[in-house]
């Protein structure tokens, strides 16, 4: 089994004191969830003053995080939402694999280069890169077995993100295109045979929605709601 890429004393050497104790406390207190693994590091859910995703990558040999928590979103590395997900991620016996990161789907890249040509492939995959919501739709046309996986990051981001509007669904503010696009995505996975998994993601993001929302309803919720087959009541 491959070795973790770091460890604690790594860790503790990148991180402000107060932030690793806090971190620390976090992880005791069991508030990190939907811990995943991949080639590239994990990704997990942390409930602090809301829910906020975390992502761990080591993929460069160097150990980076991201946050979408207010001081992650400020450029900021190693808050404690970050390290409490690191220490989980140090506590699990799974670890990711030494190998380095996979190159471009090339069933991804081959699906594209036959709908037009390769420069239109190029594009696209300049496009999805940045973008989760378009590159889970195109992993998903091609039958890739990542689609489901990036819808997941690309909804379980945007819901974290997302401020709601208490005077109703208002898109293109606090996130809300963002999340409307996400959902989409589950339309795409439907549409390409993906079902079952579309269900099974559309309720447990409608679940991570009212966690992290408190309870608030609009229409994302009810999409998610509807999609993934539960009670209306």
Avoid at 147 to 159: F, M, N
Avoid at 178 to 186: K, Y
């Amino acid at each position: 089994m491959a070795q973790h890429r770091f460890r604690v004393e790594d860790l503790k050497s990148a991180t402000d004191p107060q932030w690793f104790a806090r971190g620390e406390r976090y992880f005791e207190q069991g508030r990190v969830s939907r811990l995943r693994y991949d080639q590239r590091g994990v990704s997990a859910v942390v409930d602090g003053s809301r829910n906020y995703l975390v992502r761990i990558d080591t993929s460069d040999g160097v150990l980076s995080d991201s946050c979408t928590c207010a001081l992650g979103q400020d450029g900021y590395s190693w808050c404690k939402h970050a390290v409490a997900v690191a220490l989980a991620w140090l506590a699990t016996d799974r670890e990711t694999t030494s190998s380095p990161p996979p190159p471009p789907d090339p069933e991804l890249s081959a699906f594209l280069e036959d709908q037009d040509s390769a420069w239109l492939a190029e594009q696209l995959l300049r496009i999805a890169d940045d973008q989760p919501a378009v590159l889970a739709r195109l992993q998903a046309a091609a039958g890739t077995h990542t689609a489901v996986d990036t819808a997941r990051d690309a909804l379980y981001r945007a819901i974290t993100g997302y401020t709601p509007d208490p005077d109703g669904w208002n898109p293109g503010d606090g996130g809300a295109e963002w999340l409307r696009q996400a959902i989409d995505t589950l339309d795409d996975l439907v549409e390409y045979g993906y079902e079952a998994e579309a269900a099974e993601l559309a309720a447990d993001a409608h679940a991570l929605f009212d966690k992290t929302h408190e309870g608030y309803e609009d229409g994302h919720s009810e999409r998610l709601r509807e999609m993934g087959g539960l009670d209306s009541d």
